[in-house]
């Protein structure tokens, strides 16, 4: 059986240098995470690599250097929707 994982990420472009880690759990925890985002329509993007690597950093942690492009690419998806909505 595939284990449940979320991470949420903030990212305000005029106050973080990078993206920061906003919340992070397993089964419950990440359906509570996934549940909160679908109610206060914040897109989810799938990807069980990236969310392995981001489930070890901490809270509040900004995302390490590593992790910049993939995560970049994400951020350039969603503000392109969210432009076009």
């Known amino acids: 059986m595939k284990v449940k994982k979320a991470v949420a990420l ?3 472009q005029q106050v973080d240098a990078a993206p920061r880690v906003l919340a992070k759990g397993v089964e419950q925890v990440a359906q509570a995470i996934i549940d909160s985002a679908h109610q206060n329509h914040v897109p989810i993007w799938e990807d069980e690599k990236l969310v392995h690597s981001l489930l070890k950093l901490e809270i509040d942690d900004v995302i390490p250097e590593e ?3 993939p995560v970049a690419h994400i951020l350039a998806y969603l503000f392109a929707n969210e432009r076009e909505s």
Request: overall charge positive; aromatic content about 34%; proline content about 0%.
């Open 10 to 12: 903030r990212y305000r």
């Open 67 to 69: 992790l910049y492009e």
